[in-house]
């Protein structure tokens, strides 16, 4: 480096590129925290952000380490400790605990991890992604600080990208990047900094979305503009063979903001694949928008290795999805890119297709989530229920700021979807609304689930004389409990 930014600042990442030189002899250690949740879903975490950066330091003559705490073993599973929070080991919210945890290496071992280095760092890049795990961030700044007193420690990520105020009047780091480094935007994930490779790997084909829905922060996250970004097709699959030939990886998760935005990018990508007649395992997490899926593209998803879909149904009401600006979204398209997908060879009523359900959102009743989960168990079978978290950075979260920071006097840990941050804001339209109510709803997701015979998703809606004595006994015991919408929709 010729010139350094001033301390404890705040700096636009694209800014922090003309500090990057070759520069051969320097150190730098890449750190991804542990995470503090009450739960925490391990497959498909690879920092991958990190693992970028990774390759830029490297390409400029830096001697590179890892320190990934959410590293899984063999099993897929991270270690977990049990975490006390103001004194307990849970957090009660209305009427239900909640167990924390710290999930990841404990600190002892990363300090051990630390000291084992050959020699201390000059840099310490920290990654941080969810805005309600900033607390860890916070604690991996301190550790650093204390192990390495001489190193610049340098923090970047999504957290500090939607809340960058917050991240630098909080970490302590000397450098809060906000925004992504150019320079390692497109670059391939470095693995070989692992002691055990990984058994997968994450792709990131594009950036950008051209859709400003009012939950999500992908415009944020790119700089505030929607206009899309893609790679060499050509260059993505060069990453696949090498990780398949260096490492044996046969499992590729896609990471997009929208995958399918800029038509036809991805499918070409999956055609190469067929082409080469690569052996894969693809999966894209995230889910797909389904007014962009059609039989053709789904097809080829699946000769190329495609063993399960998602699909974002997340809301039955066209209203709520106008309030959301997702115009785009609607339950048309969604029955069309279901039956897309099972023309295309994936298995109806399996987990083969599968739908988000979202919930916990402002505004919303208990009914029209039932109804949303009854119409996906009836058309899919397999539903994936999300709890709502209100995001830095996006239109739903600045609309509610004053709730949430100033009237409930919340930090952004408090606002993870798994602590309901809108309980008592839906309390005003819904007196008697408890927290139990929504971990009720999520155990009746998973009920619907677990209706399966033979992989096969039993169908409760459905006009078999078994379905319809379920609805009947389910009808007669809660006569008197469910809300009128539910039993004529439902039943």
Same mark, same amino acid.
């Given at each position: 480096?010729?010139?350094?930014?001033?301390?404890?600042?705040?700096?636009?990442?694209?800014?922090?590129?003309?500090?990057?030189?070759?520069?051969?002899? /320097?150190?730098? %250690?890449?750190?991804? $925290?542990?995470?503090?949740?009450?739960?925490?879903?391990?497959? @498909?975490?690879? =920092?991958?952000?990190?693992?970028?950066?990774?390759?830029?330091?490297?390409?400029?003559?830096?001697?590179?380490?890892?320190?990934?705490?959410?590293?899984?073993?063999?099993?897929?599973?991270?270690?977990?400790?049990?975490?006390?929070?103001?004194?307990?080991?849970?957090?009660?919210?209305?009427?239900?605990?909640?167990?924390?945890?710290?999930?990841?290496?404990?600190?002892?071992?990363?300090?051990?991890?630390?000291?084992?280095?050959?020699? $201390?760092?000059?840099?310490? @890049?920290?990654?941080?992604?969810?805005?309600?795990?900033?607390? +860890?961030?916070?604690?991996?700044?301190?550790?650093?600080?204390?192990?390495?007193?001489?190193?610049?420690?340098?923090?970047?990520?999504?957290? =500090?990208?939607?809340?960058?105020?917050?991240?630098?009047?909080?970490?302590?780091?000397?450098?809060?990047?906000?925004?992504?480094?150019?320079?390692?935007?497109?670059?391939?994930?470095?693995?070989?900094?692992?002691?055990?490779? =990984?058994?997968?790997?994450?792709?990131?084909?594009?950036?950008?979305?051209?859709?400003?829905?009012?939950?999500?922060?992908?415009?944020?996250?790119?700089?505030?503009?929607?206009?899309?970004?893609?790679?060499? =097709?050509?260059?993505?699959?060069?990453?696949?063979?090498?990780?398949?030939?260096?490492?044996?990886?046969?499992?590729?998760?896609?990471?997009?903001?929208?995958?399918?935005?800029?038509?036809?990018?991805?499918?070409?990508?999956? *055609?190469?694949?067929?082409?080469?007649?690569?052996?894969?395992?693809?999966?894209?997490?995230?889910?797909?928008?389904?007014?962009?899926?059609?039989?053709?593209?789904?097809?080829?998803?699946?000769?190329?290795?495609?063993?399960?879909?998602?699909?974002?149904?997340?809301?039955?009401? @066209? *209203?709520?999805?106008?309030?959301? #600006?997702?115009?785009?979204?609607?339950?048309?398209?969604?029955?069309?890119? %279901?039956?897309?997908?099972? /023309?295309?060879?994936?298995?109806?009523?399996?987990?083969?297709?599968?739908?988000?359900?979202?919930?916990?959102?402002?505004?919303?009743?208990?009914?029209?989530?039932?109804?949303?989960?009854?119409?996906?168990?009836?058309?899919?079978?397999?539903?994936? &229920?999300?709890?709502?978290? &209100?995001?830095?950075?996006?239109?739903?979260?600045?609309?509610?700021?004053?709730?949430?920071?100033?009237?409930?006097?919340?930090?952004?840990?408090?606002?993870?979807?798994?602590?309901?941050?809108?309980?008592?804001?839906?309390?005003?339209?819904? $007196?008697?609304?408890?927290?139990?109510?929504?971990?009720?709803?999520?155990?009746?997701?998973?009920?619907? #689930?677990?209706?399966?015979?033979?992989?096969? +998703?039993?169908?409760?809606?459905?006009?078999?004389?078994?379905?319809?004595?379920?609805?009947?006994?389910?009808?007669?015991?809660?006569?008197?409990?469910?809300?009128?919408?539910?039993?004529?929709?439902?039943?």
């Amino acid at each position: 480096m010729t010139a350094r930014p001033p301390e404890t600042a705040l700096v636009n990442a694209a800014d922090f590129s003309s500090y990057l030189e070759p520069n051969r002899g /320097r150190r730098a %250690l890449l750190l991804n $925290p542990p995470v503090y949740d009450a739960q925490y879903w391990a497959r @498909w975490s690879q =920092p991958a952000g990190l693992l970028r950066i990774a390759s830029l330091l490297r390409q400029l003559g830096y001697a590179v380490n890892l320190i990934d705490c959410m590293e899984t073993n063999a099993r897929g599973y991270v270690p977990k400790s049990r975490r006390l929070v103001d004194g307990k080991p849970y957090i009660e919210r209305d009427d239900i605990r909640k167990t924390t945890w710290h999930f990841g290496l404990r600190w002892e071992n990363v300090r051990q991890r630390m000291t084992e280095l050959d020699s $201390p760092p000059d840099q310490v @890049w920290i990654t941080s992604i969810m805005t309600y795990w900033w607390e +860890s961030t916070r604690d991996a700044v301190t550790l650093a600080r204390e192990v390495f007193p001489q190193a610049r420690i340098i923090v970047g990520g999504i957290y =500090p990208t939607l809340a960058p105020d917050h991240a630098r009047a909080h970490l302590g780091a000397d450098v809060v990047l906000r925004g992504e480094l150019p320079q390692a935007s497109h670059l391939w994930t470095d693995l070989s900094l692992y002691r055990t490779p =990984p058994t997968y790997a994450i792709l990131t084909t594009s950036r950008g979305c051209p859709w400003d829905c009012n939950y999500c922060a992908a415009r944020t996250l790119n700089n505030g503009t929607g206009k899309m970004r893609l790679r060499d =097709p050509e260059d993505v699959l060069a990453e696949i063979e090498h990780k398949m030939l260096t490492y044996g990886i046969r499992r590729f998760g896609f990471y997009e903001d929208n995958a399918l935005a800029f038509r036809g990018h991805l499918q070409h990508i999956l *055609e190469l694949i067929i082409e080469r007649r690569l052996n894969l395992e693809l999966y894209a997490p995230e889910g797909f928008e389904t007014r962009m899926l059609n039989q053709d593209l789904l097809s080829v998803m699946k000769l190329a290795g495609f063993e399960k879909i998602h699909l974002p149904f997340e809301t039955l009401k @066209w *209203e709520t999805n106008l309030g959301w #600006n997702r115009r785009h979204a609607s339950t048309a398209s969604f029955d069309r890119a %279901l039956a897309a997908a099972i /023309r295309a060879g994936f298995k109806e009523r399996s987990e083969e297709i599968n739908a988000f359900v979202l919930f916990g959102l402002p505004g919303e009743s208990l009914e029209d989530v039932i109804d949303s989960a009854l119409y996906v168990h009836n058309a899919v079978g397999s539903i994936i &229920p999300m709890l709502f978290t &209100p995001v830095p950075g996006t239109h739903l979260y600045d609309e509610h700021s004053h709730y949430l920071h100033d009237e409930m006097k919340w930090d952004l840990q408090h606002l993870n979807g798994k602590l309901l941050p809108f309980l008592e804001y839906n309390r005003r339209s819904y $007196p008697g609304l408890r927290a139990s109510d929504y971990m009720d709803l999520e155990a009746l997701m998973s009920v619907l #689930n677990q209706g399966k015979v033979l992989s096969r +998703s039993a169908n409760l809606c459905g006009d078999t004389r078994s379905s319809q004595a379920f609805r009947s006994a389910v009808s007669a015991l809660t006569a008197t409990a469910l809300p009128s919408t539910l039993s004529s929709v439902a039943m």
